[in-house]
């Protein structure tokens, strides 16, 4: 047994770097095709997955964001989008293992088929249910509106990664009644279908040992951090942590 603390940004890393390995991803890297939308998290996923072909380097997360929550002091959109996203590069799509620059899950949804891949960010994750949420600024629903026709009428898999930051306890459905109330206002948002995909399933996947959330918080640069307790073999206990020690300098998420 062993205690860890993971950043949020260490979290990010230990994520992406365990979708990168994630069974259903390595298929479709090889026959098949990858959506990763834009989002902080997911440009974590797409690095690691990139590096498994050698093209990392034709990718960079700087503006890899659609809508981000920033502080008080920060000037976003009431949708929080930025005021400039005149560099956006586009979602990244991997198809039969080559980057397509300049496409959107938009562009492609349509031609996903069974044993294709979407990776789609998060806003809120309820750990009991298994369930996510995303908030929707989007008159039409946004990115995960294209994505869900693609898993239920055609089963493609969508994978939502959400760091444990992201944790709430109430109901997501509850949650949404809320938001998207006609007597509220500003986001709403979308109880999302999908496997749910935290620091915790990063653990399972690359080590074996399971983890535990036990406490969280922080200052100074430990805002949002988690406690895991890691439990499993000495074998699995200690690549865990081994794991976890090389990414535990992840430098702070930052913007351009």
């Not at 007597?183 to 690359?206: H, W």
Request: charged share 25%.
């Amino acid at each position: 047994m062993a205690q860890c603390i993971l950043t949020p940004a260490a979290g990010k890393r230990l994520i992406g770097r365990a979708l990168a390995v994630h069974p259903a991803v390595i298929k479709a890297l090889d026959s098949g095709t990858i959506v990763i939308i834009a989002g902080t998290t997911n440009g974590y996923a797409a690095e690691e997955i990139l590096k498994k072909s050698g093209q990392e380097k034709e990718f960079s997360r700087s503006h890899f964001i659609r809508g981000v929550t920033m502080p008080p002091d920060k000037k976003t959109t009431e949708n929080g989008r930025l005021p400039d996203e005149s560099e956006f590069p586009g979602d990244v799509i991997i198809k039969n293992g080559r980057l397509i620059k300049g496409k959107t899950i938009f562009d492609l949804a349509d031609d996903l088929k069974k044993g294709d891949v979407i990776l789609k960010g998060a806003n809120c994750v309820n750990l009991a249910q298994k369930k996510a949420g995303i908030l929707i600024g989007h008159p039409r629903g946004g990115t995960i509106a294209a994505a869900v026709p693609a898993l239920i009428g055609r089963r493609v898999r969508i994978i939502i990664p959400a760091g444990l930051e992201k944790r709430v306890s109430d109901d997501i459905d509850k949650i949404a009644g809320l938001l998207n109330s006609p007597e509220s206002s500003g986001p709403r948002l979308f109880p999302a279908p999908g496997e749910i995909f935290t620091e915790i399933d990063a653990v399972k996947l690359l080590s074996g040992a399971d983890a535990c959330l036990t406490a969280a918080g922080g200052v100074c640069g430990a805002e949002g951090a988690v406690w895991l307790f890691l439990t499993g073999t000495s074998e699995q206990v200690e690549n865990a942590r081994n794991i976890i020690n090389e990414i535990s300098g992840e430098p702070r998420f930052a913007l351009p």
